[in-house]
Each structure stands twice: as C-alpha cells, then as structure tokens.
C-alpha cells in the first residue's frame, strides 16, 4: 500500500485535506496523526474491522485496548453507559487535554475497540488539526500511538513513516508534538478515580478538582507481583534496541559511574550512548552524549526523550546510561516511560561501585 504524506500544522488548517483524511477513516482505512501528546493511529472507533487493522498495523496484542478520541462534549453520551459527576468535573477542568478517561462503555462500542472490556478510555484532544480530522471522520476515531509496538512513540512524523510507513493509508505530518508523552489515564469506574498512567496532567492537577484520587501500585514498580489495571501497562514499551540503564545518585557519583561504565564497554568494542541534560551533558565522554533537556523545566525532557531513544537506534548505539529524573509532577510520567523502556534495570552509583 501507499502511503500518502500530507503536511499541515494548526496554523494552517486545510479543510479540503482533512475532508479527505476523514473519509479515509469513514472507509474503514488507517490515518496517523498529530496530536499535543504524541501521533496517533487513526482507525473508526465504531467499526470493529478499522480495531482489527490498527492492531495488525501496529503488531499490538488484541488485549490492550484502544483509546477513542472525541472532537465535542455531546458526542460523549453516545458511546459510554453513564457520565459520573467526577467524569464531568475532570472533563471542565482538562478537555480538551492530554487526560484519558475509563468509563463504562455503551453498547455502541465494539469489543474489538476496547480489547473485550466493558469500559472504554475517551479522550478529547487540543490539537486543532486533530480536533478537525475527528469531525471530518465522523466523531470517534480510535487511536493507539502510531508506533509499531514496543517502539517508543513518534513525536514527529519521520519516526510514524518509519513504523508504518507502506502500512496505513495516510499520514498527517503536523510538526512536532508539544508534550511529547502519552495522557494521563483516570479510571473512573471503580469506587475511587485511580490514575493507571501518569502523564502531564498530575495527581496533584487532579486533586485540585476531585477530592481523591489513588494510583495503580504497579505504576512504578517492577516488582509488586500485580498486573497492571491499564492493560497495555504490562507490557515493554518505549524500548531503544540498545541496552538501556538507569543510574541514580549524586550527579558526580552518576557521572563518574557512567563515564568509567562507558569506557569498560567501549574497551569491549560497543557503542556507547549517556541521556543527560543541559547541566551534566558536558561531562560525558561516552559515543554518543544526547541531552534529553532542562532538569529545571522537565516538560523539555518530556518533549525530547522518545526522539533520542529514537535517535540512539538511528546511530546504532549498543549500550546506553541515562540520569534518573525527579519522580514528581510530570517527572512521574518520565521515570515512568523510562523505568519501561529500560525494563526497570536501574543501577544505584555508589562510590563502592567505581
Ligand atoms: P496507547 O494508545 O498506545 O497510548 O495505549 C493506550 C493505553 O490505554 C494502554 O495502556 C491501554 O491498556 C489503556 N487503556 C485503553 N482502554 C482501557 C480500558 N478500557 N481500561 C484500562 N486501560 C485502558
Ligand atoms: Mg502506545
């Protein structure tokens, strides 16, 4: 199959092309495109066989479910069994947003959508191009990250035509992404609201408007011998074909650790690559040293850390460090992705280890 290319970010709004993106969807085909989190691929929520063909497309396992993305507030009711209060405070405060929520799905729903569950994850977009190719395609598009699986998410287009390129019929290029990581997902069908993904919106964000909200244990964790209540959770993720670790400590025991690892491996003959940031990037030696971003303004790691794991494939590297990050506030969502992608293999950098 070809796969059409067409460039259009939300300065520039090309009714004509989206009408034709739209009716792509509405044919049962394959979209990817941009959103604020990362690229999406787009299929009709409503139509078990576009379900079918986004997980072939992908290579995703048929039980993890896929997120349907609305355009407008009416068009919820439809597709879901009841709105909570809770669903409808979170939906004020952060529609349209990169926050996902579980409800009890509608009959409407297939189950090849929602990888045979009752509930069904909804969010709403800010992207405006996004916004508008969703109305063009008739107002719920189902759309996991528009990676081959496993992958790390696209955050620009290259990386969607590399996975699935010849795939799909359609890519919609719109730049970079702002944020750079997937939404937060809230289930709000148990007793208590529950994140089961961090994301850019924080517990703390959700806390302003709900009085409480749990966490999924597993979240950050490798060891807690429960399975992920978000299905796709439980699977490796995010993951650069290199070996990645994480290494924590003091920033020189970090540094010092790194650079002697890097230079042991590089002895070996492998190709080696170090993810810090603007304040440390200086200090490796190491192949290949990526700055993921700002440790003072962690939304500009957010926003790079797929391209580089990304980029440390393009560049073959075998053997990769990277800093740990604040677990707080969006810090959560990428530690979280990280710890994932490195298959929780974190290495504490103690003096004893040099
Ligand atoms: P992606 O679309 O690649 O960002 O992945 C969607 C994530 O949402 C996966 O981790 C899914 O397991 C999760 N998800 C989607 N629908 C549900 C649902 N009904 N219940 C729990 N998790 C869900
Ligand atoms: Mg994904």
Same mark, same amino acid.
Request: proline share 5%; aromatic share 6%; net charge negative.
């Given at each position: 199959?070809?796969?059409?290319?067409?460039?259009?970010?939300? +300065?520039?709004?090309?009714?004509?092309?989206? +009408? @034709?993106?739209?009716?792509?969807?509405?044919?049962?085909?394959?979209?990817?495109?941009?959103?604020?989190t990362?690229?999406?691929?787009?299929?009709? $929520?409503?139509?078990?066989?576009?379900?079918?063909?986004? !997980?072939?497309?992908?290579?995703?396992?048929?039980?993890?479910?896929?997120?349907?993305?609305?355009?407008?507030?009416?068009?919820?009711?439809?597709?879901?069994?009841?709105?909570?209060?809770?669903?409808?405070?979170?939906?004020?405060?952060?529609?349209?947003?990169?926050?996902?929520?579980?409800?009890?799905?509608?009959?409407?729903?297939?189950?090849?959508?929602?990888?045979?569950l009752?509930?069904?994850?909804?969010?709403?977009?800010?992207?405006?191009?996004?916004?508008?190719?969703?109305?063009?395609?008739?107002?719920?598009?189902?759309?996991?990250?528009?990676?081959?699986?496993?992958?790390?998410?696209?955050?620009?287009?290259? !990386?969607?035509?590399?996975?699935?390129?010849?795939?799909?019929?359609?890519?919609? #290029?719109?730049?970079?992404?702002?944020?750079?990581?997937?939404?937060?997902i809230?289930?709000?069908?148990?007793?208590?609201?529950?994140?089961?993904?961090?994301?850019?919106?924080?517990?703390e964000?959700? @806390?302003?408007?709900?009085?409480?909200?749990e966490?999924?244990?597993?979240?950050?964790?490798?060891?807690?011998? +429960?399975?992920?209540?978000?299905?796709?959770?439980?699977?490796?993720? !995010?993951?650069?074909?290199? #070996?990645?670790?994480?290494?924590?400590?003091?920033? #020189?025991?970090?540094?010092?650790?790194?650079?002697?690892? $890097? #230079?042991?491996?590089?002895?070996m003959?492998?190709?080696?690559?170090?993810?810090?940031?603007? @304040?440390?990037?200086?200090?490796?030696? $190491?192949?290949?040293?990526?700055?993921?971003?700002?440790?003072?303004?962690?939304?500009?790691?957010?926003?790079?850390?797929?391209?580089?794991?990304?980029?440390?494939?393009?560049?073959?590297?075998?053997?990769?460090?990277?800093e740990?990050?604040?677990?707080?506030?969006?810090?959560?969502?990428?530690?979280?992705?990280?710890?994932?992608?490195?298959?929780?293999?974190?290495? @504490?950098?103690?003096?004893? +280890?040099?």
């Amino acid at each position: 199959m070809d796969t059409k290319v067409i460039r259009m970010d939300e +300065q520039h709004i090309d009714r004509e092309l989206l +009408q @034709e993106a739209g009716a792509v969807i509405r044919a049962g085909g394959l979209v990817a495109f941009p959103t604020e989190t990362v690229y999406g691929l787009g299929g009709d $929520a409503l139509n078990p066989d576009a379900s079918r063909k986004i !997980y072939a497309a992908k290579g995703r396992p048929s039980d993890n479910p896929l997120i349907v993305h609305i355009a407008d507030r009416e068009t919820l009711e439809p597709i879901v069994k009841e709105i909570p209060e809770a669903a409808v405070r979170l939906a004020e405060a952060f529609w349209p947003g990169p926050l996902t929520m579980i409800l009890n799905k509608s009959e409407t729903v297939p189950y090849e959508t929602t990888g045979g569950l009752d509930t069904v994850a909804v969010r709403m977009p800010v992207h405006k191009v996004a916004r508008e190719f969703i109305r063009a395609a008739g107002g719920y598009v189902a759309a996991p990250s528009a990676n081959r699986s496993g992958r790390p998410s696209p955050t620009v287009a290259k !990386y969607v035509a590399e996975d699935l390129g010849g795939r799909i019929e359609m890519i919609i #290029d719109g730049g970079d992404v702002e944020i750079g990581l997937e939404s937060t997902i809230v289930d709000l069908t148990a007793a208590e609201p529950m994140i089961l993904r961090p994301g850019y919106i924080t517990k703390e964000m959700l @806390e302003d408007i709900l009085p409480r909200v749990e966490e999924d244990r597993t979240l950050m964790r490798a060891d807690s011998g +429960q399975a992920p209540k978000a299905p796709g959770m439980k699977y490796r993720h !995010y993951a650069p074909k290199g #070996d990645l670790s994480i290494i924590t400590g003091t920033e #020189d025991e970090v540094v010092a650790y790194i650079n002697s690892q $890097a #230079d042991r491996q590089r002895g070996m003959g492998k190709k080696t690559g170090v993810i810090g940031t603007d @304040e440390t990037i200086g200090r490796y030696h $190491a192949d290949v040293c990526k700055s993921a971003g700002v440790r003072e303004d962690e939304c500009t790691i957010a926003r790079e850390l797929y391209r580089i794991l990304r980029e440390f494939d393009d560049e073959s590297v075998e053997i990769i460090y990277s800093e740990a990050f604040d677990a707080s506030g969006i810090g959560q969502a990428i530690m979280n992705r990280l710890l994932k992608a490195a298959g929780h293999k974190v290495v @504490e950098a103690g003096e004893g +280890q040099i």
